[in-house]
């Protein structure tokens, strides 16, 4: 659609004078041009102005149609292709690193803020091999985290479901670098956004289901094999997340990984923007990037815990 007839449109839906269409175009282009227009699944022909002229020309009445464009103003999140790469590449050192960190410190004896000695040890090295990373899905762009992470082929995979000749490959090849009796100790399982949180766990006929689900029920098959420790940390790590997600699985994966005689899980999370708000955005729900979440095989009763203080941004 040409500029000119998307701006006529735009116009005559919103049924703005020479001097508001002035000043409503001029926030509008910039939001474009910086950022909208680079969303990809457009129709053919049309970005930024035109979808929006089309799309609030549904609404009948002009009360509606002013509602509509405030709610596209003020609510709308839109995270580009830059910053979703820049989440991506940020997880791991953000999030994964200080964990495995932690860990090393705690096999040295040593306190967690002794970085050269922790980052120098066999110990933080052997915590990184024996980490295992899934994708639940192509979005978890398992290929730039791994990158980014300066992680080894053996012991990425950008899918959840494994299969057994996978999961050999994966602990033969440990077991080359750590030892015959190694397992892997820690499991990330990574996406890039969830809204509701349902495909990742929920309950159909008191059955569970969803992505989380399966990957655990796999990796549990694996257990024959002494696949993880019995020690193992489960993490997932999600790029963006509603806080209505946040809340499903924090109330359903609880008792899942409980029924299973594993602590239950604790979140952290990073927002870029603040947790509170009156009116939330996105699908009802506060957005929130770089989230996960923690669970540990080892049987210790203990409760959901809410860390977003210890994940807050670099100044």
């Known amino acids: 659609m040409r500029q000119d007839l998307a701006e006529n449109l735009l116009a005559k839906v919103m ?7 002035a000043q409503e175009y001029a926030r509008l282009n910039r939001l474009a041009l910086l950022k909208y227009d680079e969303y990809q699944q457009f129709s053919p022909g049309r970005k930024f102005l035109e979808s929006l002229g089309l799309w609030l020309r549904q609404f009948n009445s002009r009360d509606d149609r002013r509602t509509a464009y405030e709610w596209m103003l003020k609510r709308v999140v839109f995270v580009s292709n830059l910053e979703m790469r820049q989440l991506v590449e940020s997880s791991y050192h ?5 964990k495995l960190l932690a860990s090393a410190a705690v096999k040295l004896g040593c306190r967690p803020y002794e970085l050269a000695k922790i980052e120098q040890s066999t110990e933080f090295a052997s915590a990184k091999r024996r980490s295992l990373f899934l994708g639940l899905s192509d979005g978890s762009r398992m290929d730039l985290f791994r990158r980014s992470a300066g992680l080894m082929n053996e012991q990425v995979w950008q899918a959840y479901e494994i ?8 602990l033969s090849d440990l077991r080359q670098d ?11 399982l990574v996406d890039d956004f969830t809204a509701s949180g349902t495909s ?11 992505k989380v ?10 257990d024959r094999s002494k696949f993880t420790s019995s020690d193992c940390e489960y993490y997932i790590v999600l790029y963006v997340a509603t806080q209505k997600a946040l809340d499903h699985l924090k109330q359903h994966l609880e008792p899942y990984f409980s029924g299973l005689g594993i602590k239950p899980l604790s979140l952290s999370q990073f927002s ?3 947790t509170k708000r009156s009116s939330p ?3 009802r729900s506060t957005p929130t990037l770089c989230v996960w979440f923690h669970a540990t095989n080892t049987i210790v009763p203990g409760r959901w815990i809410h860390t977003s203080s210890r994940a807050e941004p670099p100044t």
């Open 15 to 21: 049924e703005w004078d020479t001097g508001t269409f």
């Open 94 to 98: 953000d999030f994964v690193r200080p």
């Open 163 to 170: 299969g057994d000749f996978k999961a050999a490959s994966f």
């Open 178 to 188: 750590e030892g015959e009796e190694a397992s892997f100790e820690s499991i990330f």
């Open 200 to 210: 990742y766990f929920r309950m159909e006929n008191d059955a569970p289901k969803g």
């Open 213 to 222: 689900y399966k990957a655990i029920e796999q990796l549990r098959h694996q």
């Open 272 to 274: 870029l923007w603040p």
């Open 281 to 283: 955005r996105m699908i």
